[in-house]
């Protein structure tokens, strides 16, 4: 195991898997583990509830057609995002079963919303549905303000969760320091190869976070360096003591805090290299 995410609801966590191969990449894989038995996650349904009329398949048990589309409508509704394959799933789940998806609509959903999200995935409104999804958000967040004990323990593990974050971040930072054609960018290259399916994201930076701008555009010469000036950085006359002493300062600053603000920040938000 390489790599834990605490979600914001308790027993709720996120794991990567890694398998060695000789000589290759290894092969990574990624399980998300989900109990909820209050049902304080952002999609208002408790575990049992998707459990429900579970189907066997070969190895594992999957889904009701039911729970299946009213969990995948929830949680497309929350990130925002509704995808062709997506579309066409949910369409052919809630036609094996258009009451039953209803019904649990209806658990977060108040007035003819439910009615109103199963005749847009019935007849296909995509883009009405997406559309509409700023609207069913909000009133998807508005359902916990109406289970006051739901709403203390999402709102406990959500503070947990983001001082957790924040103390222990799941991310790595990985600096390589070499001079100019030393190899940094193809060791980078292998490093994300390597490393980079044990996290969800990966970032790179050139020398400093960025936070601050470059002093050249301060000074109106422009962001970026002409190549010859990379190619040959000591063909230019030495810098004045106290202007070196100043753009020491500077870079520094941007340092401290482009790490504290920036680097530490990607750090915790989500497992990133």
């Not at 977060?108 to 997406?130: E, S, T």
Request: some cysteine; proline content about 7%; glycine content about 6%.
């Amino acid at each position: 195991m390489v790599q834990r995410l605490y979600y914001d609801v308790p027993h709720c966590d996120y794991y990567v898997f890694a398998f060695q191969r000789e000589r290759l990449p290894p092969i990574f894989l990624k399980l998300d583990f989900h109990q909820d038995a209050w049902g304080i996650n952002r999609y208002r349904l408790q575990t049992a509830t998707l459990l429900e009329g579970r189907r066997r398949y070969k190895c594992f048990y999957i889904p009701a057609p039911a729970q299946e589309a009213a969990y995948l409508t929830l949680k497309r509704i929350q990130k925002g995002l509704i995808t062709p394959d997506l579309s066409e799933r949910l369409h052919q789940l809630y036609a094996e079963a258009p009451e039953a998806v209803q019904l649990l609509l209806q658990k977060p959903f108040r007035g003819g919303d439910a009615q109103f999200i199963c005749n847009l995935i019935r007849d296909n409104r995509w883009d009405l549905f997406r559309s509409e999804i700023p609207r069913l958000r909000s009133r998807l967040k508005r359902a916990l303000f109406r289970q006051p004990i739901r709403l203390v323990g999402y709102s406990f593990y959500q503070t947990l969760r983001v001082l957790k974050r924040g103390l222990l971040p799941t991310g790595v930072w990985v600096v390589l320091l070499a001079p100019d054609g030393g190899g940094k960018t193809v060791v980078g290259d292998e490093v994300v190869r390597w490393a980079g399916g044990a996290f969800r994201r990966t970032a790179r930076f050139h020398w400093r976070p960025g936070l601050l701008p470059p002093i050249r555009r301060l000074m109106g010469q422009g962001a970026r360096m002409k190549a010859e000036e990379y190619s040959r950085p000591h063909r230019a006359a030495p810098h004045h003591f106290l202007v070196s002493t100043l753009r020491f300062l500077y870079y520094t600053a941007d340092f401290i805090l482009g790490y504290a603000l920036k680097l530490r920040w990607l750090k915790s938000k989500a497992p990133s290299l």
